[in-house]
């Protein structure tokens, strides 16, 4: 036990990286499943921007991307699943 209090202690003691990480869509596209949306949601569209879906511990992801550069993203919003009850009815 003693060992691994230790190796917790020298992990947390690690500086960490200078620059965060950016998520690109990139990254994204291999990594996660997702569906391509025809357009964002009113709240989160925006010029220069695109949006892809996920689904995850019972909520609907949208992930937003700029369409410059690296693509990188810009904004993320979940919202509760159970707001399809309505349509499956």
Same mark, same amino acid.
């Given at each position: $036990?003693?060992?691994? !209090?230790?190796?917790? /202690? &020298?992990?947390? *003691?690690?500086?960490? *990286? !200078?620059?965060?990480?950016?998520?690109?869509? #990139? !990254?994204?596209?291999?990594?996660?499943? =997702?569906?391509?949306?025809? &357009?964002?949601?009113?709240?989160?569209?925006?010029?220069?921007?695109?949006?892809?879906?996920?689904? =995850?511990?019972? *909520?609907?992801?949208? /992930?937003?991307?700029? #369409?410059?550069?690296?693509?990188?993203?810009? *904004?993320?919003?979940?919202?509760? !699943?159970?707001?399809? &009850?309505?349509? $499956?009815?």
């Amino acid at each position: $036990m003693r060992f691994c !209090a230790t190796a917790l /202690f &020298a992990l947390l *003691a690690t500086p960490l *990286a !200078a620059d965060p990480f950016v998520m690109t869509y #990139e !990254a994204f596209e291999q990594a996660v499943p =997702h569906i391509d949306l025809l &357009a964002c949601p009113v709240d989160l569209d925006g010029p220069g921007r695109f949006c892809r879906l996920t689904t =995850h511990n019972d *909520a609907l992801n949208v /992930f937003v991307f700029s #369409e410059d550069g690296d693509q990188p993203l810009v *904004a993320l919003k979940s919202w509760p !699943a159970d707001l399809l &009850a309505g349509l $499956m009815d």
